[in-house]
């Protein structure tokens, strides 16, 4: 049965106006500040220091935080598919929420918990260890991580957990009554399983932790020298070079679009290998 025209329109047009009114509409008037000195900005904004030292500060970040939250969070995933589905369930509302918080909240709450004078550090004092290294690892770039990791571990959980909950553990039982080990039960028969699942799960942590800046703001201020603060002070501390500002948020754009690009161009590849073989 055809869908009528009107139909399809009627069921397209909400989704498309609220595309339009909270992306293209936010990203033509960026484009058109970017462009408006020739594109010239573009050449400012790729020339400086700053961008590619802000670029090399970013990737570290991303890397390291996004890394320790997949791996941390596969692990919590596949903990909880073992479960039973009254007390899974519990668990993934706790863990999911996180995801409730802005960045400034989670920043400040890892100030009151492991700043200076935070809880754990002088619980950790008390050990003999001196408070001040602590609350300067909080605010060291390693620190940011650390603090990233907590709203991007739910995120790994909440997308890695139906996997693992629809998995057939028969197939590893299987292997190993045949004599595989269990790490290579799970290194040749879960992981290739998951690997789509889990490839674009790290691009979205990691697309999300490089375009993040309340975070890193609240957290460690502009001491930190990555993109999405760079892109802070030109608007908020000189502001007067707009189109610079305008076109390295559009290149931010586009760094983030292509990191989960290439999660989304994974998974689709590895789905028209699975329907060919």
């Not at 000195?37 to 590619?52: E, H, I, N, P, Q």
């Not at 009554?177 to 990691?206: D, M, W, Y």
């Amino acid at each position: 049965m055809t869908m009528r025209w009107w139909v399809f329109i009627l069921l397209v047009a909400p989704g498309a106006f609220v595309f339009a009114l909270f992306f293209v509409l936010p990203l033509g008037s960026v484009a058109i500040d970017a462009f408006a000195d020739g594109g010239s900005a573009f050449g400012r904004t790729l020339k400086a220091s700053r961008f590619w030292d802000g670029l090399a500060g970013s990737t570290k970040l991303t890397v390291t935080a996004a890394s320790t939250s997949t791996i941390v969070g596969v692990c919590v995933a596949l903990h909880l598919s073992r479960l039973g589905e009254t007390v899974r369930a519990a668990l993934a509302f706790v863990i999911a929420l996180p995801l409730t918080f802005s960045g400034m909240i989670v920043a400040y709450g890892f100030i009151l918990a492991y700043g200076r004078a935070g809880f754990f550090t002088q619980l950790i004092a008390g050990l003999g260890l001196e408070a001040a290294e602590i609350a300067r690892f909080l605010f060291s770039p390693y620190g940011l991580a650390f603090a990233s990791s907590y709203y991007l571990i739910p995120r790994v959980v909440m997308l890695m957990l139906p996997v693992f909950v629809n998995f057939d553990v028969a197939q590893l039982r299987a292997a190993e009554s045949l004599g595989a080990s269990r790490l290579r039960a799970l290194t040749e028969i879960l992981l290739p399983q998951i690997l789509p699942t889990l490839t674009g799960t790290f691009c979205l942590v990691a697309a999300v932790v490089f375009g993040a800046y309340g975070t890193a703001l609240a957290l460690v201020g502009t001491q930190v020298n990555i993109l999405p603060l760079h892109l802070y002070s030109l608007v908020a501390e000189t502001g007067s070079d707009f189109p610079a500002a305008a076109a390295l948020a559009l290149v931010l754009t586009g760094l983030c679009s292509s990191i989960m690009a290439v999660g989304e161009l994974f998974a689709t590849r590895s789905e028209l290998n699975d329907a060919h073989s």
